[in-house]
């Protein structure tokens, strides 16, 4: 599904993150770049979700991403060499995506580029990273790397929906209902869900009684909610897009005050979206997923708190200072992570120049382990480079009083699935 292109010009926003002193950073002390072999940056694209229906996302994602590279860079960078990100709008669409990756590669001579988020984009522009040879990290969820796209296309900062629903689809079934009714985008994103959650209900002994696919673009759901059958016990939703929160107003609008399923919803139908929403109060009780908790939990890490403080986000995961401006907290953490893999990877190669793209990719996928960390702050994560997908722990997160309240944090391994490619063993 594409969207109508933005007339404006993208803008382009080069950062150089070099301020000394930041308490920030990973170590302590000024930037240090004296044993480089060249003081030249190395220049990173990001594919930015600026503009189009993934706008919420993007305005995020450059956020967390601009906070990751001041902490890289005061910690002296890679391989001793500043680091440039350089941003441009791909629109969320999949043709500008694929536009935009080359003008990144070609133009503006980064030496890779990393950031998409929605799949259709992913997807249309992987073919273009593998023919220029250019490494493509996206930070999507898509199950389109693990399932095979190229070698030159990895996704290291995030899990897949694959394995996120088969983790949670034992807590659904057994705590919530066999029987499930989903809604979901129809598109690629959309698709994954469909298609592997009702593999892993099956298993469980339950089964999806109805699908109700919605375009993401789609501005009102009243008239998808009667398709809902009576005997639904779970009803499975995941949105995207600016009318999310349409989406889950007509929802209570339409169930009322009156007897209805269990929800489990996909923090996707609410992210950039604050849960004390007027209108939204029909979600008490109801369980999301959640890639990492938005709100602050008893027990969240040092390394939570750091990485909050760096991105400007408080304890309700929304931006300091203004409580209206909700981040997308359960996604954004992947830009983060896969900017400190890429320092990982570069550094293992010993990466020099464009010539040692190669070695980048056979770098990540020796990598098998990512340790809960302030590089790594969603937590410790177990990474397939025969797939090029990493993998990681799931949190299920209940509405109580209006705030998210973690009730259950999957095992790394209940996530894992069978290999369907090994990309180790294709040429580039």
């Given amino acids: 599904m594409t969207k109508e292109r ?4 993208p803008r382009r926003t080069v950062l150089k993150g070099l301020g000394a002193g930041s308490a920030l950073a990973l170590a302590g002390g000024m930037p240090r770049y004296v044993q480089a072999q060249t003081s030249e940056p190395i220049r990173l694209g990001f594919q930015l979700h600026r503009t189009g229906i993934g706008a919420v996302y993007g305005r995020w994602y450059q956020r967390t991403t601009e906070a990751a590279l001041k902490v890289l860079n005061e910690a002296g960078g890679i391989n001793g060499r500043p680091v440039e990100i350089i941003f441009e709008d791909d629109g969320t669409d999949p043709k500008r995506g694929s536009e935009v990756f080359e003008k990144l590669a070609v133009q503006r001579k980064c030496d890779l580029v990393f950031g998409a988020l929605f799949s259709h984009v992913v997807v249309g522009t992987a073919p273009r990273a593998a023919e220029l040879r250019v490494p493509y ?8 790397v693990a399932a095979g796209l190229n070698r030159w296309t990895l996704q290291p900062g995030i899990t897949d929906v694959r394995s996120q629903v088969i983790s949670m689809a034992p807590w659904v079934s057994s705590n919530l209902g066999k029987k499930v009714t989903m809604i979901y985008p129809d598109y690629a994103f959309g698709f994954d869900h469909r298609d592997f959650f009702q593999e892993a209900m099956k298993a469980q002994g339950g089964e999806v009684i109805e699908l109700i696919p919605v375009p993401p673009t789609e501005t009102s759901f009243t008239r998808y909610l009667p398709r809902i059958p009576s005997e639904t016990e779970v009803l499975y939703h995941v949105m ?6 349409t989406f889950v107003k007509e ?3 339409f169930y009322g005050t009156g007897a209805h399923p269990e929800i489990f919803g996909f923090i996707d139908s609410l992210e950039g979206i604050s849960t004390e929403s007027p209108g939204l109060e029909f979600l008490e009780g109801s369980h999301f997923w959640e890639g990492m908790p938005r709100y602050r939990q008893p027990d969240s890490t040092e390394f939570d708190a750091f990485y909050r403080k760096a991105v400007g986000v408080d304890d309700s995961g929304a931006a300091v200072g203004d409580p209206k401006d909700v981040s997308t907290y359960a996604h954004m953490f992947s830009c983060w992570e896969t900017l400190f893999v890429i320092k990982k990877a570069m550094e293992a190669a010993s990466y020099k120049g ?3 793209r190669q070695a980048i990719v056979e770098a990540m996928e020796a990598m098998t382990t990512f340790a809960d960390s302030r590089e790594h702050p ?7 480079g025969r797939t090029h997908q990493v993998f990681g722990h799931q949190f299920i997160s209940k509405v109580v009083g ?3 309240e973690v009730v259950q944090r999957t095992a790394i391994e209940d996530g894992f699935y069978p ?6 063993t294709m040429p580039f």
């Fill in 6 to 9: 933005d007339s404006a010009l």
């Fill in 137 to 144: 990290l996206v930070c999507s969820e898509g199950h389109h």
């Fill in 240 to 245: 995207v897009g600016p009318a999310v929160l």
């Fill in 251 to 253: 929802l209570g609008e």
């Fill in 354 to 356: 464009p010539d040692d």
């Fill in 378 to 384: 969603q937590g410790d994560k177990v990474f397939n």
């Fill in 402 to 404: 209006g705030k998210l």
């Fill in 419 to 424: 290999d369907a490619v090994d990309y180790t």
